[in-house]
């Protein structure tokens, strides 16, 4: 027996209303919270209020301008801003996470927004995050926090064309991830981002860019520069067996000094088509253990006992300075002659699951559009001529 039309046409009508979403809109300059926030002529004067009227689903767009205010995010929500630099989410330092994601169940998105200056006497002065968050085009800087100033994840996060910055853990004794803590129980995806001069301070500290306490960690076509930890791990710290994998990223002049202190720490990670150079005093690589390598690495140094096909171990891989080489965040160029031109894997650069690399950090192509040779270079950054 068919349906009659009533009862189809009710039908639909139903599953329209459960998969229906809306947009919140809120401008800082001139909204107000006694509006209705349903489109920009009558937006909300503050994002939290948005979120107090959204529901599971929806969307906050934020109009340019800084926004002094904590967030609590505790159901799937976009939090989508105009630009990283014109979208701002000021702590002043005052205390507390500046968003925070308690529900697991949720998944969360927040883009284009600086979140910058919290402070929060645990971890997460940025965000704690909880459930599955995706962070594009973002700025994550200038956060406090006794662990994971920028971010503490203790769900899953995939952080794409973002830079975390200038984050300090400051815990007094022990110290983890000036700019991420991964859990045990987190995993943390970067892709095409930059982690420059994040710190973590105290007498035992572990990890100046990220400390991933036996969580799942990826890096893909990112930079970790000017990171320090008066300990162990300038960049990274992967410690009680956790799993970390690195693809064709550079990681380059970190500090970290005390007790055999260098920019890897901590239990084996693999690299692949990767670039540890130039990082002091305590030289590339953790002595107490090998890192694992899927061939096409170069160290600067002896410490990462590279040992596959295609890596290369005592050679200085001929760097530029970091700066804005195109793309949305800072890269680390290679030079002209630089031994990791034209010498990742011949077979393609892949990330940790495999997924061919088709672009560099920048966005631009990989292999390089003007290259005789048509072969990925090791490292973020992909020279685009000869």
């Known amino acids: 027996m068919k349906p009659s039309l009533p009862i189809i046409i009710l039908f639909t009508a139903l599953a329209s209303q459960a998969t229906a979403s809306t947009t919140w809109y809120v401008n800082g300059m001139n909204g107000n919270d006694n509006?209705?926030?349903?489109s920009r002529q009558h937006a909300c004067k503050t994002i939290g209020h948005a979120i107090s009227l959204a529901s599971s689903g929806d969307s906050v767009r934020v109009a340019a301008t800084t926004y002094k205010e904590n967030l609590t995010i505790n159901f799937s929500l976009k939090?989508?801003?105009?630009?990283?630099?014109s979208t701002v989410l000021d702590g002043q330092g005052i205390g507390g996470n500046m968003v925070y994601i308690p529900n697991r169940a949720a998944h969360v998105t927040l883009s284009k927004l600086t979140i910058r200056n919290g402070g929060n006497v645990g971890g997460?002065?940025?965000i704690v995050n909880y459930a599955t968050l995706t962070v594009d085009d973002a700025i994550i800087t200038g956060n406090r926090a006794e662990q994971?100033?920028?971010?503490?994840?203790?769900?899953?996060i995939t952080i794409n064309r973002s830079t975390v910055s200038k984050n300090s853990a400051d815990g007094g004794y022990d110290t983890y991830g000036g700019g991420i803590f991964n859990s045990s129980t987190a995993r943390l995806m970067i892709n095409d981002s930059t982690l420059v001069g994040n710190v973590a301070h105290g007498e035992f500290v572990y990890g100046g860019a990220i400390y991933n306490e036996g969580g799942v960690l990826v890096i893909n076509n990112s930079t970790l520069t000017r990171n320090k930890a008066p300990g162990y791990g300038g960049a990274i710290v992967n410690d009680y067996q956790g799993t970390v994998t690195i693809s064709n990223s550079t990681i380059s002049e970190n500090t970290a000094s005390s007790g055999g202190g260098s920019a890897v720490a901590g239990f084996p990670m693999t690299f692949q088509n990767s670039i540890v150079a130039d990082n002091h005093p305590g030289g590339n690589c953790s002595k107490a253990y090998r890192m694992i390598s899927n061939?096409?690495?170069?160290?600067?140094?002896?410490?990462c006992h590279f040992h596959k096909t295609g890596d290369v171990n005592n050679t200085e891989p001929k760097l530029g300075m970091l700066g804005n080489h195109g793309?949305?965040?800072?890269?680390?160029?290679?030079?002209l002659g630089s031994p990791t031109v034209d010498t990742g894997n011949p077979n393609g650069c892949t990330d940790g699951q495999g997924h061919l690399l088709k672009t560099d950090q920048r966005g631009y192509q990989r292999p390089g559009k003007y290259k005789s040779e048509k072969r990925c270079d090791m490292g973020a950054f992909e020279r685009q001529s000869d």
């Open 148 to 156: 994971g100033a920028g971010i503490e994840n203790a769900g899953t």
């Open 327 to 335: 793309g949305p965040t800072q890269t680390i160029p290679e030079m």
């Open 79 to 85: 939090i989508l801003g105009a630009s990283a630099t």
């Open 35 to 38: 509006n209705d926030c349903k």
């Open 124 to 126: 997460g002065g940025g």
């Open 295 to 303: 061939g096409y690495n170069l160290s600067s140094d002896g410490t």
